[in-house]
Every structure is written in structure tokens, then in C-alpha cells.
């Protein structure tokens, strides 16, 4: 059901027609009120709220600083000026952004894998700069894991430029013409509208916020803040955009049609349900903005306590003068005063030196605990490598719904390029999050593995390139079982070792 704010209204203050003195007010009050194309939804709402801080953070010291009190409140009594220059010291660690970075290195630590064979040249050529900005699609999927994990979703939306006065395939190609994805945010997704028919579940309204940069004059630029809307219609699919006027009311821009049958958008979302609550790391978020605020009042006390002072007894301000600077001379005018100096306790300040630590401690767990399943102590190292490959954690099911978004941007590209959707490759992204470095007795036990024949020297290799435990994605059984087939028909040729094995690094030298 659609909610109308302005029918809402005017229901809880009903008002006769004819009667009421002044109809032309009440009617453009209603109009006012009517929620238009830049309308944040429900979701935008109750996340938005998150999103500020989450801009603040992500944009460093500067932009902390720019918050003022937003982030490092005034203490009672405190002058302008103090305030100011405790401020002017406050350094924001980035806590928050390493934590995000880890998280997406996790996932992104082997590329994603696509088929070798079955994809179009001019597909491959997209996928090296799919978005038209020169980013890879491993480059461009951490770029949306980034994202995902910082607004708790984000979209993509597989565009085409405006194609005017092309007919055919061949003026597509001769006009260098292709899909190419956007990636948006969620503080850029207004709205959503998702419609159940059936069995089918599907995208019937899509609102993005876009900020374009366009020509002013011969050498100026302009910015502009534009609404783009999709609309799924028994037709087909429409596109409208809207600017504002200088009557501040939002305006149709231009409007078009796609030649899809679905919105070519597809959602990345860090919750297996896709219920939007609050982003997954704003615990650590908020612990991150606690240490900026340790480490602001532990630096300006530093910065007073680092100065000794002197303490005169015995004598008066007016009988010592100016002392310019600890290097003079201090002449007493009375044999009995004297000058000490005051330095503060060091000790003083490593309860809050040692809170910071606990901060960020606690700020590191908190990440781990939203992102990544807890492990049992006891758990054996076989147990651990299953449960790596199930959906046990935030991490597992971001790294799958990647997989997912991936796999239906390819079926939109396939699409406009005139090709089957259904035969877009699928890909393959990277579950497994733990690494097992080779040791000395690990490095040993393959070459035992590789020399009786139960290991081939092309997987052997890998291990080694590798420097880890663990199989390639396309390895199988079968698959192995070829290579060692291939290999013990090229045995006989090869020479053997003293103690008569072969050596697995011979094929190296073969080339």
C-alpha cells in the first residue's frame, strides 16, 4: 500500500468541502506535503542517522575537526580559545578504515575467478574496465564491499549510454558503445520498491540520488543534484530524471525507456534477510570516535604538562621582571627566596594512554565479532576448514551475495549487448578467509606427496607459487587424476634421484 502523507493529514484534521474559509491554502498545503522524487523512503530514513558519522570518520582528521563538537564536546567553563587549540591537536587513528580494509582484503585476497573459455572478447575487454573509469572488476568489487559494509547495502546499476541513431550491432561498435556499472551507496539508493507476484519477486520502483558535474560557460563547472528514477511497467522499463527548479520544487528533467524487461539494478547486502537495522561495524564505528577523543585530551595535556614551569618563593613579580626565557639568569633580589620547577607526574597520564589501547582493542573485536564467526578453541583444524565454506558469518554471506550480484550484472551486460542472459558465465568469489602459511614440515610432506605419485607437479608448483595450504578453486579429483595420468607417461623419460624418486622440480628446468 502506498502511504500518503498529505491523505493522512487531512484525515486526522477532516474538513468539509465548502466550508472550509480558506480552500485554496488547505489544497496547496496538501500538495506540499505530498512526498515528491527526492523523497528519502523508509529505509533511507532509519539509516541516515548512522550515515553522517560514517561520512565523518571515513573523511579523517579534517573532516573531525570540521564537526567541532559534534565529536569532542567543550568542557564546562572552557574559553573559545582553549577549546580551539585542544581541537586544532585532535589526530582521528584510522581504526574504523583499517578494520573495513581487512575485512575486504579477507574476501578479495584471491581474484575472482571466471571461466577461461565461453566469454566474448569484447566481454573480456569490458571486465578489465567495466565501470568506464579504468577499474578492474576485482577492483571494482572491493570497491563494493567497501561499500557494503559501511552502509550496511549497496546497489549496482548496469547502464548503457543514450543510443541515438543506432540501429544495428554494427553501429554500436563503430559508436564504442557497451554496458558499463555504477556502483551506489546506500546514502544514494532513496528508495526501493519491491513487488510479490506470484512466485516472483521483483524490483518495481528504483530512486537513485546522482550528483553530476556539468560544463558552465567556457571554462566553469556546476554542480548538479539530480533524481533518477526507474519504473517497471507491464511495457517495459521507463526512466525519468528530475532536477530542481528555481521554484524549489522538483521538476521532470527528461525521460526515456530501456530496452530490458527488469531494472537492471542489483543489491549487495551485509544481512542474509535483508533487513536493514543499523551498518554492521558502527559498534567499532562508534569505538573509533571514542579513541579520537582519548587521544585528543591526552595530547593536549601533554602538550601544557611537556612545559615545566617555575615556582618562585620569596620574592614578588614585580622584584623578578620579565623572564624571557629557562636559558637566563634569574637575579633575587632576597638571599632567602628560591626558583623551583613543576613538572607533573608522568604516571599521571597512562590511565588514559592505557584506555586508548583498550579502545582500540575493543574496537578490533567488535569488527571481528559483526563480520567473522567465532571459532571454538577445541575445534580441529579439519572442522575449522569445513565450517570456512558455510554461511556462518556476516563475512561468508557478504562474500556469497557478491558472488550473486556479480553473476546477475553479468546476465544485464550479456543483455544489452544482445546476447543470452542466461548464458553469462557464472564466477566463483573466495570463501575460504583462513590461510595456512607453508612450514618447513608442511613443504616436506607434499614434496613426500609429489614424489610417491599422489601429487602432480603442476599442483605441487601452485602449492609452492602459493606459499599456502589450500587447492585452487578448479581443482577436482578428476581433474587431478589427468594430470598424473599425463604425468607418469612422461616418467620414463625423465631422470631419477639417487635413492630413485623423482624429483618434483625437475618439470621447472623442462620449461
Known amino acids: 500500500m502506498t502511504y500518503d502523507r498529505s491523505a493522512e493529514r487531512l484525515k486526522a484534521t477532516p474538513i468539509n468541502d465548502g466550508q472550509s474559509p480558506f480552500p485554496d491554502k488547505v489544497k496547496a ?29 571515513r573523511g579523517g582528521t579534517e573532516a573531525m575537526r570540521d564537526a567541532g563538537k559534534s565529536y569532542l564536546p567543550e568542557e564546562p567553563d572552557e ?8 581541537l586544532g591537536r585532535a589526530t582521528l587513528a584510522p581504526i574504523y578504515e583499517w578494520l573495513v580494509g ?17 566469454i566474448p572478447s569484447d566481454v573480456q575487454a569490458h571486465l578489465a574496465n567495466i565501470d568506464l573509469e579504468g577499474s578492474s572488476l576485482d577492483q571494482f568489487a572491493s570497491d563494493l564491499l567497501e561499500s557494503a559494509i559501511d552502509y550496511s547495502y549497496c546497489g549496482v546499476l548496469v547502464e548503457y549510454p543514450t543510443a541515438e541513431g543506432i540501429a544495428t550491432r554494427a ?6 558503445l557497451r554496458p558499463y556499472w555504477v556502483a551506489y551507496p ?60 528555481k521554484e524549489k520544487k522538483w521538476v521532470e528533467h527528461q525521460q526515456g525507456t530501456l530496452s530490458r524487461a527488469e531494472i537492471p539494478f542489483e543489491v549487495l547486502w551485509t544481512n542474509r ?93 567488535m569488527g571481528l565479532a559483526a563480520m567473522v564467526a567465532q571459532k571454538n578453541v577445541g575445534e580441529s583444524a579439519e572442522a575449522k576448514r569445513l565450517d570456512r565454506g558455510q554461511g556462518d558469518s556476516r563475512l561468508a554471506v557478504l562474500a556469497q551475495t557478491l558472488q550473486q550480484v556479480i553473476d546477475r550484472c553479468l546476465g544485464h551486460h550479456y543483455g544489452y ?46 602449492l609452492l607459487k602459493a606459499g599456502e595450504i589450500g587447492l585452487p578453486d578448479d581443482w577436482t579429483p578428476e581433474l587431478e587424476a589427468e594430470r ?21 622440480l625437475d618439470s621447472l628446468l623442462e620449461g
Not at 79 to 86: C, D, K, Q
Request: charged content about 25%.
Open 102 to 118: 581487512v575485512f575486504v582484503g579477507m574476501i578479495m585476497r584471491k581474484p575472482i575467478a571466471l571461466p577461461t573459455e565461453g
Open 171 to 176: 553501429d554500436e561498435v563503430a559508436a564504442a
Open 417 to 462: 549487448m544482445g546476447l543470452t542472459p542466461a548464458q553469462a558465465p557464472a564466477c566463483q568469489v573466495n570463501r575460504d578467509f583462513d590461510t595456512t602459511t607453508l612450514d618447513a614440515g608442511m613443504l616436506g610432506a607434499l614434496t613426500g606427496a609429489a614424489n610417491a605419485g599422489k601429487l602432480s607437479d603442476l599442483t605441487y608448483h601452485g
Open 273 to 365: 534477510k535483508q533487513k536493514i537495522t543499523k551498518p554492521p561495524m558502527i559498534e567499532a564505528l562508534n569505538l573509533n570516535i571514542r579513541h579520537y577523543q582519548l587521544s585528543a585530551d591526552l595530547d593536549y595535556s601533554l602538550h601544557i604538562a611537556s612545559v615545566p614551569r617555575w615556582l618562585f618563593f620569596g620574592t614578588t613579580a614585580e622584584d623578578l621582571g620579565s623572564v624571557g626565557s629557562v636559558s637566563e639568569a634569574i637575579c633575587f633580589p632576597n638571599e632567602n627566596a628560591r626558583a623551583e620547577w613543576s613538572i607533573p607526574d608522568i604516571s599521571a597520564f597512562e590511565p588514559v594512554r592505557d584506555r586508548m589501547g583498550e579502545v582500540e582493542r575493543q574496537a578490533k573485536a
Open 186 to 245: 546506500g546514502d544514494r539508493i532513496l528508495d526501493m520498491r519491491w513487488h510479490q507476484q506470484g512466485s516472483q519477486h521483483y524490483l518495481k520502483q528504483l530512486r537513485l540520488l546522482q550528483h553530476l558535474c556539468e560544463p558552465d560557460g567556457d571554462f566553469g563547472e556546476r554542480s548538479v543534484e539530480q533524481v533518477m528514477v526507474y519504473d517497471r511497467t507491464p511495457a517495459g522499463v521507463t526512466w525519468r530524471t528530475f532536477r530542481e527548479s
Open 484 to 504: 598424473l595420468e599425463q604425468q607418469r607417461a612422461r616418467d620414463t623419460a625423465r631422470p631419477l634421484l639417487a635413492n630413485g624418486l623423482k624429483n618434483p
Open 79 to 86: 574559553a573559545p580559545e582553549t577549546y580551539a587549540n585542544r
Open 29 to 57: 498545503a496538501a500538495e506540499d506535503n505530498k512526498p515528491g522524487p527526492r523523497t528519502p523512503g523508509a529505509k533511507y530514513r532509519e539509516m541516515e542517522r548512522f550515515w553522517q558519522k560514517l561520512r565523518d570518520v
